[in-house]
């Protein structure tokens, strides 16, 4: 009936419109990426890494002014304000070692938490060591840069045993205590954050 047939045609409308807008939208990152690379592609200012899927938008001087702060709403920023200085293209994983750099700065230096941290660096390589079979180091990509190594959820966080929302030391520690499970391996920042749940990295789907 009429019904249908118009909820088929809005269904088809809103397809298009949104493969029209990811067009768009990807046609406008590339274009404030290679703004900001010093290469004819856009790559990392610091490791050199060019596969666009890693590639973020890094305030330089952290956020000092209200961009939209990441995605879409940067990109628009970025072109509408003609490209503005303070941003520069940073790899996932060179994002999150400048983000723990900036954090190192400002721990505290008690002897608790030293003791603290140290305690639970020496859980974090115990749990990684466990997955990688040896030396810690990411199952994708093989980096071993234990700052920006993390423990991923093989098939989705959606189906984990343990409590919501843990992660860090916390989730180190449930995993030593229920004995190593077998749905959990090492990845670094950057293989983990484009396998996005149950799809696989970049690098495993070219
Ligand atoms: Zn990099
Ligand atoms: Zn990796
Ligand atoms: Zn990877």
Redesign the pocket.
Known sequence: DNREYYLERQLQYNKDNYKKNYKIRFADRMFVLLHYSLEPYPICVKCGEKEMGFLEIDHIKGVIENDGRGGPALVKYIINNNFPENYQVLCTNCNWLKHRENQKLTLSMTKENIRCRTKNLKLKEEVFSHYSKGLPE?N??G?DTLDILSLDHIYGRKNAKHKKGIGGHELYTWVRQNKFPSDFQV??M??NSAKKDKQDCIHKIK
């Open positions: 990411c994708c990509c980096i990845l670094c950057m293989c």
